[in-house]
């Protein structure tokens, strides 16, 4: 029965063969290469809670008279994206559930893509020849975000609003074309009826289509290219050992798949994101004007925020024309950041001059240099994030916000240089050692030989040390 | 093609006299981590604890280190006021032990006196806020706050305070209500009357009017969800649901601290229900699960972060390991 | 944990899912915390049922695979600049017609951004005025007058010119300060009313509504990111990242008392932007 049907698919588009080559593929076994399949779990669970949203959400912003079972709520005038987002909330059975699934899985994604990026970076595994794939990850990572922007933003709740406001006032900030801009994008001032249907389609159609074709390119080259590995015995640059595809290797990613789902579920179960109904309507006559204390995007948007909060009150003004710092702080700071981010493995390159193919991963205390660089970026952001919480963690610990926010602008500059020179030189220490940085005490690692022996591994790694190109077996390209 | 058996490709082998170098440089490097927490953690509680001028209130001063202030009744000689007050009378409940407080009243009985208010104003008020409640410096003057100003400070434990803060925190109060009611009358009588304690019937009032209020009038400071927030300078916001309905009411009338003032004008006694009613429902529990606290974005991605991806983590941690 | 629980983790999935349709189906409103936790439950269950099974019933023989060769050879690359070369030259040899070409796909292209411009209008003079004018009364949430003694000193309100949908733009914060410690800008002495001064809601940071107001300082402080405004000086910006002071709504009052605006705002309310300086001539 299965040889007849797979015989007739066969013949028609030559399956066999393609599938014999393929699921024989091995692949490296270590726990953090599944930061990436982690990420992708959580966008697949973005995605089918999304389109279950998109049945029930109405993107306009036509005028209705709230009628549900919200008592506070009854009465009030508010905009349809508003009401159908309240209702799917409070009447739709399951539907909170979903909404909160789509909530948190979208902040889950990118964080767990930051991890992945991290891990990415700090491992060198962005080297030639995967410099392009590299890339390819910062600009999901930037879709992704904008993508969460609209996203919150198409609910027209208070503080969703208030956070429509703010990217309105960037986008106006920019030198000449600032107001045509703002304009041009929003359609109109910040509380234009055009914005919600225009942020409907780019957040369900327009970037998650982007996103998809560059993830399904993204995942082609990991295939293609292979997976970089770790040193380890008989590990070469030119050979991948690891476990085969089918079948363990296929069903601890399934596994994987299902766990990540089950722990977004459980969160979207038992705690609340986003409870939009509290916040009430933005943009209505019931409120105009309103606004909430702990007004903060959600986290990933919330750097550029920690910066808005950074920079002192300055403002460029040159004959009547303005520069507002929130132009630097906004716009500026994004852009070198991602640009940067974009550019690392060509930056990188400027100084190592390296053109070999790196099919072996660095472990971060092997290049102290970029391990540090690394560390000194991620305090950076730590700073800037800590920011953008000031008054929430000036209530919280019962500090005036005023004294944390001059604390993290001497911070912003002085914790990123400690924190370069502290890891290079621990990365130092730790060069030439295979301690691993939480490991009690020395280690001794019984191998077993194919034979069914045990042999003690050999402490020696240069003849599958990629940083020892004279050793190497098959030459990398030089 | 091989096969190979082997429990760890990694090559986790040992090079020892390097490997104890390397440890040692991270074992100084968490070490020196560790005392800068300690010492953040340190800063952290001696802040907390120094008593903090109420007259660095002044928009001058901006969110400078706080200042001690020299007053008579500041904790050091809280016993000058009545030495005859026994600790161990303080009910058990109290935030901090007895010792700590500027004021410890005797009991919670009404002095046996014609004027019980005077008697107990004299000994827990008078020394910052002055025999004629004329206030002193960095302390206000009582002079015409009236009645609901005196029941929401000391129903709310905020007066007699610990200690001199800029704003001090709600505690379970040192007096009974009756002693409360002698101190409010004897204040409104003596140094002029001001809003009177509000009567609230918050049964019939209407939810969205009250949320309307919310949003344009208490929001910008509590939050949307009442949980309060940071107003700078070491002012807060409180949250809003933990306090009764009558103390929410006294609040919008009198505008304790930093907060303005909502006369009748401004809303009327229907529209103090209306408002009333909606804090008292924000208390109530959310369809969407644990609040997290309600402050919005900020612990969501905390939670997102360290419960969400950690678990997922130690997940994908756990499928890695070898059997 | 061992392959004896894989059963078990089954098991656990087939309840929970059970439990989810039984949650859904037999409860009038459903529950939240019950659908997310059977759910989820139904998921880890199989989960951890999948891994366990792969991590003790499943080979973990480890294989070495060789990488493929990414690059070609010399010969297949001269081959490819071969191909390359040979059409481009097909087409160059006709030069001007090949320039012609690029020209029209040049010009096409350039055509087919004037669509996007339909996208957003000009803002024109959107940005310099708002709804205030000349006489308007204050009027509150609720459509109330607003008379000179309806704060005391203070209090706040938020305020909108009557007669027009409220909006974020023109919100304005009446505010009852002392009189004698006011100190008002140069030019705006006559701006207030018996201690009533207004300054726009709109933060001249990036346009949050400023309405945290610390009446003990006389200070408002903006929600976003804690820029500080001393309304006794003018709304100057005392900490934080705004750059501006609030701009001030001069104020009168009129025969029954009311207070009214003298005029509209005299600059440009909320965040600055590039031309904030130069009005648009009235079109």
């Known amino acids: ?290 606004v909430t204390s702990a007004a903060q995007p959600d986290w990933y948007m919330s750097w550029l925020d920690g910066m808005l909060r950074l920079i002192p009150g300055w403002e460029t003004r040159i004959g009547g024309y303005v520069i ?63 920011a953008t919480a000031n008054d929430v963690l000036a209530t919280f610990f019962h500090v005036p916000p005023e004294n944390i926010t001059w604390f993290l602008r001497v911070a912003l500059f002085v914790a990123p240089v400690i924190v370069f020179f502290a890891t290079r030189w621990i990365c130092r220490g730790l060069q030439g050692t295979d301690a691993h940085p939480a490991s009690p005490g020395p280690s001794h690692t019984v191998m077993r030989t194919p034979d069914g022996g045990f042999e003690f591994a050999h402490g020696d790694h240069s003849h599958d040390d990629d940083q020892a190109p004279h050793e190497d077996p098959e030459g990398t390209k030089a | ?57 002044s928009h001058s001063s901006g969110g400078e280190a706080p200042k001690h202030v020299d007053l008579p009744g500041s904790k050091d000689n809280a016993k000058d006021i009545d030495p005859k007050v026994g600790v161990d009378e303080v009910p058990d409940d109290i935030v901090g032990s007895g010792k700590e407080n500027l004021y410890v009243p005797d009991g919670r009985s009404v002095p046996k006196s014609s004027e019980p208010g005077k008697v107990l104003y004299e000994q827990g008020c008078s020394t910052c806020h002055g025999v004629n409640g004329e206030g002193s410096k960095g302390v206000p003057s009582l002079q015409g706050v009236g009645k609901a100003s005196v029941d929401f400070y000391m129903g709310t434990g905020r007066m007699p305070p610990k200690s001199i803060v800029v704003q001090a925190p709600r505690r379970v109060p040192l007096f009974s209500q009756e002693q409360i009611d002698a101190v409010a009358d004897y204040v409104s009588t003596t140094f002029g009357g001001g809003p009177e304690i509000p009567e609230i019937d918050p049964h019939n009032a209407d939810l969205s009017r009250g949320m309307q209020l919310y949003a344009n009038n208490c929001a910008q400071c509590h939050n949307s969800a009442g949980s ?20 929410v009411a006294e609040a919008v009338r009198t505008g304790p601290g930093a907060m303005p003032k909502f006369n009748e004008e401004t809303f009327d006694k229907e529209q103090l229900n209306d408002l009333v009613a909606y804090v008292d429902h924000l208390g109530d529990e959310s369809p969407g699960g644990l609040k997290l606290g309600s402050t919005g974005p900020v612990p969501e991605g905390y939670f997102a972060w360290f419960i969400g991806l950690g678990a997922m983590l130690l997940f994908a941690r756990w499928i890695g390991t070898k059997v | 944990m061992n392959e004896r629980w894989i059963a078990p983790a089954f098991i656990v999935a087939i309840a929970s899912a059970i439990g989810l349709m039984v949650v859904y189906g037999f409860t009038s409103h459903g529950n939240t915390q019950l659908e997310g936790l059977f759910f989820g439950l139904a998921f880890l269950g199989i989960g ?70 339909s996208l957003g209008p000009s803002p024109r003079d959107a940005l310099f005025h708002t709804k205030w004018k000349s006489g308007a009364r204050l009027v509150d949430h609720e459509g109330d007058l607003v008379k000179a003694d309806r704060l005391q000193v203070g209090s706040i309100l938020t305020v909108f010119p009557e007669g027009e949908r409220p909006d974020d733009n023109s919100a304005t914060l009446l505010i009852r300060v002392p009189e004698n410690d006011f100190k008002p800008m140069k030019g705006t002495e006559n701006w207030a009313v018996e201690g009533n001064v207004a300054y726009s809601k709109v933060c001249t940071h990036v346009g949050c509504p400023v309405s945290l107001y610390r009446e003990t300082t006389h200070e408002l402080l903006c929600p976003c990111h804690q820029s500080t405004f001393d309304v006794l000086d003018g709304a ?23 207070l009214i605006a003298q005029s509209d705002y005299r600059e440009p309310v909320g965040p600055g932007f590039w031309n904030r300086g130069h009005a648009p001539k009235e079109a």
């Not at chain 1, 930056?347 to 540090?372: F, G, L, M, S, W």
């Not at chain 3, 010399?74 to 320039?99: A, I, M, Y």
């Open chain 1, 1 to 290: 029965m299965f040889r007849n049907f797979s015989r007739s698919v066969d013949q028609r588009f030559g399956t066999a063969k393609f599938a014999n080559s393929q699921l024989k593929k091995v692949f490296p076994d270590h726990w953090s290469f599944m930061l990436g399949e982690v990420t992708l779990y959580c966008f697949i669970v973005v995605l089918v809670t999304g389109v279950y949203l998109t049945f029930f959400f109405e993107p306009s912003t036509r005028e209705v008279i709230y009628n549900g079972s919200y008592e506070p709520l009854k009465g009030v005038p508010m905009t349809a994206a508003y009401e159908s987002a309240v209702n799917l909330s409070l009447e739709v059975k399951g539907g909170l559930v979903m909404r909160q699934m789509h909530h948190w899985s979208a902040l889950l994604f990118v964080a767990a893509m930051v991890v992945h990026m991290a891990r990415v970076f700090f491992t060198g595994a962005y080297r030639k020849p995967r410099e392009v794939n590299w890339v390819f990850g910062v600009v999901l990572l930037i879709l992704s975000m904008f993508n969460g922007l609209l996203g919150y933003s198409l609910l027209e709740d208070l503080l969703s609003g208030t956070g429509l406001r703010v990217a309105h006032s960037i986008l106006l900030s920019i030198p000449f074309i600032g107001p045509d801009m703002a304009w041009l994008v929003f359609g109109g001032p910040f509380d234009s009826p055009t914005l919600i249907p225009r942020f409907y389609v780019l957040h369900v159609l327009l970037l998650p289509a982007a996103i998809i074709a560059l993830l399904a390119v993204h995942l082609f080259l990991v295939w293609y290219q292979k997976h970089t590995q770790y040193r380890g015995p008989r590990r070469t640059n030119n050979n991948v050992v690891g476990l085969r595809i089918l079948p363990t290797f296929a069903a601890k990613a399934i596994g994987l798949m299902f766990l990540v789902t089950g722990v977004i579920a459980i969160i979207s179960g038992l705690a609340q994101i986003n409870p939009i109904w509290e916040f009430g309507p933005f943009n209505s006559t019931f409120m105009a004007g309103a």
């Open chain 1, 324 to 386: 507002p710092n929130y132009f630097w702080g906004g716009l500026v700071f994004a852009g070198v950041v991602f640009i940067g981010m974009g550019a690392w493995p060509w930056i990188e390159n400027r100084y190592v001059k390296d053109n070999r193919i790196h099919n072996i991963a660095d472990k971060p205390r092997d290049n102290p240099t970029r391990t540090a660089i690394g560390a000194a970026f991620f305090t950076l952001m730590a700073v800037i994030f800590t």
């Open chain 2, 1 to 57: 093609m091989k096969t190979d058996h082997s429990d760890n490709l990694h090559g986790q082998t040992s090079a020892p006299e390097s490997a104890g170098k390397g440890r040692a440089k991270l074992a100084t490097a968490f070490s020196a981590f560790a005392l800068l927490i300690a010492a953040a953690i340190g800063a952290y509680f001696m802040s907390a604890t120094v008593p903090v001028s109420a007259a660095s209130e």
């Open chain 2, 228 to 247: 309060g927030g940071s107003l700078g300078r070491g002012h807060n916001a409180p949250r809003v649901f933990q306090a009764t309905p009558v103390e």
């Open chain 3, 48 to 117: 951890v049922a999948i891994v366990l099974w792969s991590k003790h019933l499943m080979p973990h023989e480890q294989v070495i695979q060789e990488r493929h060769e990414m690059e070609s050879s010399e010969e297949e690359n001269d081959k490819f600049e071969e191909l390359v070369q040979d059409t481009v030259g097909v087409v160059t040899r006709r030069k001007f017609l090949s320039r012609l070409g690029l020209a029209s796909i040049g010009a096409l292209g350039l055509a087919a951004i004037f669509p996007l411009r």
């Open chain 3, 236 to 258: 100057r910006p005392s900490f934080g990242p705004a750059a501006r002071p609030l701009p001030q709504l001069p104020l009168a009052i009129d025969a029954e008392g009311h």
